[in-house]
């Protein structure tokens, strides 16, 4: 998710190297100008958390519920973002 949402920012010469830079950057640029729906900044948030909490807390536990619905929404937000990308010229 990060990677795509990093794609649609380059299409504003615009980056970051921390994923709360890049979250904040794509909610600046896309999700309050309307480009993408308001939807696709909460999952990006979502992924984001979930990353966090994997890589720096202690003995994170994830249902496989929450994993296949993480997944699915990872790939709805890829397609959205490739979408989006189509629609402007990428």
């Known amino acids: 998710m990060f990677t795509a949402t ?16 890049v979250v904040s950057l ?5 999700v309050k100008k309307g480009t993408v729906t308001n ?9 984001k958390d979930l990353r966090q909490d994997g890589d720096y807390k202690d003995f994170v536990e994830t249902s496989m519920e929450e994993a296949q619905e993480q997944y ?7 397609e959205e973002i490739e979408s989006t990308l189509a629609r402007l010229g990428y």
Do not use: P, V, W
């Open 6 to 21: 990093r794609a649609l920012l380059a299409t504003k010469h615009l980056d970051s190297s921390k994923h709360t830079g």
């Open 26 to 30: 794509f909610n600046q640029h896309f």
């Open 39 to 47: 939807d696709l900044g909460r999952m990006l948030m979502k992924g």
């Open 72 to 78: 699915r929404n990872a790939e709805k937000f890829i």
